[in-house]
């Protein structure tokens, strides 16, 4: 939920004109018992994870802005976690430009 409402903000800042020095995103990474990475899971799997992060990322350089946790992970985990919602992070972004190229192509 916590990325959902950061993807929110950020869409409504860009849709409400407001000049922003960098665009950001959200995205939810879980840990599973096994340790594998799951990119934006599902309430049972969060619930069924050793760990949740959820990440917000600068859209510039990918960059990141700040980490929330719930759980335990080791910090080679957490780096892996990093990398994945960074590449998620591309199809955020892309599909902010599409909205906003949608939105000014109807004018």
Do not use: H, W
């Amino acid at each position: 939920l916590l990325s959902c409402c950061l993807n929110a903000a950020c869409v409504g800042l860009l849709d409400a004109g407001l000049p922003l020095s960098s665009l950001f995103c959200g995205v939810t990474c879980a840990l599973s018992p096994a340790g594998s990475v799951l990119l934006d899971p599902s309430a049972q799997q969060e619930q069924e994870s050793r760990a949740v992060l959820t990440f917000a990322i600068a859209g510039a350089d990918r960059r990141l802005l700040s980490v929330t946790t719930r759980g335990t992970c080791s910090v080679e985990e957490m780096q892996q976690c990093l990398a994945a919602a960074q590449r998620a992070a591309d199809t955020i972004f892309q599909f902010y430009r599409d909205s906003v190229r949608r939105k000014y192509s109807k004018s």
